[in-house]
Structure formats: structure tokens, C-alpha cells
């Protein structure tokens, strides 16, 4: 296995565009995870899935934010409109069991100009 | 609510000598504790977890209920150690691991 595949690994956007970041977790994950992180404020979780079902986006930092997880194996975050401050590097995770060891993605790095 | 405190962002020490990250949490049930490293400019990978109790790379790290601490410890620190620690808690029938800010591990020459 791959591993968790995140795509793009570098994104270079503009104010006000829209911006999609891709996950594919580890087939047999039943859980997955989006996490920001930046400088100032660590790791954040910002929302996550089990069995491809929102559980808590308690995290989501604004409307402008969502996330979706049509499917086992396929989740996007996307941004419409982005903003500067949303510059950060965005990780996807997954998990199998509950509590379970994560695997991270090697992240999307953003930077919104 | 889940909460876990890494009180130092920066920690620097010399090549050879001893380090501790410390970890501190809080949580009202059964805590499940991680430790997660992140080299440079590479993806989190789980360094351990309490329930193991291994050694790996010469860490240990061990639960302690009553102070609520799960410390990140090796008795000679080495220059590839150097990176950026997260103490992460989990448990009961949370899918969800709450991670603390974490710590950048600086190992000088």
C-alpha cells in the first residue's frame, strides 16, 4: 500500500479563488482525518470521517470550508473563497480502528497570495 | 473535553545529552497516548503509543495517571533526532486524537 495519498502536494492560488485538496485514505481505513497546520497554532484538527460519514467538523474554521467523502476510498476539502490566512499546510490521516495509530499524507502545502 | 498541553515550543540540547518533551492531558476516561515526530519537511509518523510500552529509537515515554503526564525521555539525544514532537491523546469511543501544539527538538553538535 501507498500509503495516504494527498494531491496537489504544492498549491499556489490567489485571493478569492477556489481551492480543492484531495485524500485517498489506505483501503480498509474506515476513519479519516483533515488536519491544518501552521506555525502559530500546531496541529488542528479541522474535521473527521468514520465510515464516510461526518462525525464532528467542529474544527472547520469557517463556512467557506467543507469537506466530503463520497466514497471509501476518495475525501476533498475545499475552500471557495480563500483568503491569505488559510495559507498552511493542509494533512489528510486515516485510520483503522477506534483510537487506532494515524497515518498521515504527506500534506498539501497552500499558500493563497 | 479532551485537552493536551506540550508546555515547551522550542527545546535545544547538545548531542549526547539527555532530553525530556513533556506531555501533559486531560481527559475524564481511559486516555490512550501517542507520541507522533515529523522530520523535516516529512509526513507525522507514530514514534509510540503507551499501550506498547517499546523503545523506539531509544525513546520511552511512560503513562502516568496520577500526574496525568506522558513525557517524552532518551537518555542521549542524537543530532537525527532533531524535529518536531506532538503528544497526542485518544480514547473510549472517540474515533478522534487530539494532538498538542507541539515541540520542535533542536540536537546541536
Known amino acids: 500500500d501507498a500509503g495516504v495519498i494527498q494531491s496537489p502536494r504544492h498549491e499556489v492560488t490567489e485571493m478569492g479563488q477556489e481551492v480543492t485538496l484531495r485524500c485517498k485514505p489506505i483501503s480498509g481505513h474506515n476513519s479519516l482525518f483533515w488536519y491544518r497546520q501552521t506555525m502559530m497554532r500546531g496541529l488542528e484538527l479541522l474535521i473527521y470521517f468514520n465510515n464516510n460519514v461526518p462525525i464532528d467538523d467542529s474544527g472547520m474554521p469557517e463556512d467557506r470550508f467543507s469537506a466530503k467523502m463520497p466514497n471509501a476510498s476518495f475525501s476533498t476539502l475545499k475552500i471557495q473563497p480563500s483568503e491569505p490566512r488559510d495559507s498552511a499546510v493542509y494533512f489528510c490521516?486515516?485510520?483503522?480502528?477506534?483510537?487506532?495509530?494515524?497515518?498521515f499524507g504527506p500534506g498539501t502545502r497552500l499558500t493563497v497570495l | 473535553a479532551q485537552r493536551v498541553t506540550q508546555p515547551e515550543k522550542l527545546l535545544s540540547v547538545f548531542k549526547g545529552a539527555p532530553v525530556e518533551l513533556k506531555c501533559n492531558y486531560s481527559y475524564s476516561g481511559s486516555p490512550e497516548l501517542f507520541w507522533y515526530v515529523q522530520y523535516s519537511r516529512q509526513r507525522l509518523q507514530l514514534l509510540l503509543r503507551?499501550?506498547s510500552r517499546e523503545s523506539i529509537k531509544g525513546f520511552t515515554a511512560d503513562l502516568n495517571k496520577g500526574e496525568t503526564s506522558f513525557h517524552l525521555k532518551k537518555p542521549f539525544a542524537q543530532e537525527e533526532d532533531s524535529a518536531m514532537y506532538y503528544c497526542a491523546l485518544g480514547g473510549g469511543s472517540n474515533y478522534k486524537l487530539t494532538f498538542g501544539k507541539g515541540t520542535l527538538l533542536t540536537v546541536n553538535p
Open positions: 490521516a486515516s485510520s483503522g480502528q477506534i483510537g487506532d495509530e494515524q497515518f
Open positions: 503507551h499501550i
